[in-house]
């Protein structure tokens, strides 16, 4: 093949002279998608369900802005690339609250993980329905 740097997987017909290049739809979705997320810059840590995180949002109250910190235990992560999001459950006076932050949103800006949780499953659902000790998630240790 010609000398040349291919970012994802394409098909190429080569004649070393014109190198021609066709890239499937799909995969040109997929390149703009992660030089968006490169754009962006975001450190996010490494998460996973069970965890429980800090979110750090910014919040605008009229002309102020300030940043209010959200945490909770992660219930949920869903990976779709520039639109990837997950679900952060908290108790409030008694009552859960649930909220769903988009991963590379603005509005985020910090993550991060105060506590490693071992669970078995990728959805915790089950937690919306369990409150006190029943609703514990174990310490991942030696992680």
């Given amino acids: 093949m010609c000398a040349g740097r291919v970012v994802a997987r394409v098909a190429i017909r080569a004649q070393c002279s014109a190198v021609t290049i066709t890239v499937h739809a799909m995969n040109l979705i997929q390149i703009l998608e992660q030089e968006e997320i490169a754009r962006l810059n975001k450190t996010i840590p490494a998460f996973a369900p069970g965890d ?11 002309n102020k802005k300030r940043v209010q910190a959200y ?3 992660v219930i949920a992560k869903r990976n779709r690339g520039l639109n990837s999001s997950f679900i952060v459950r908290k108790i409030s006076n008694g009552e859960g609250v649930e909220r769903t932050f988009p991963l590379y949103s603005p509005l985020i800006a910090s993550i991060e993980v105060k506590r490693r949780g071992d669970v078995r499953r990728a959805k915790l659902y089950y937690l919306r ?3 006190g000790k029943s609703a514990r ?3 991942k240790l030696g992680a």
């Fill in 52 to 62: 429980t995180v800090v979110v750090n949002v910014n919040v605008i109250e009229g």
């Fill in 71 to 73: 945490e909770g235990v």
């Fill in 129 to 131: 329905g369990r409150t």
């Fill in 137 to 139: 998630i174990k310490e």
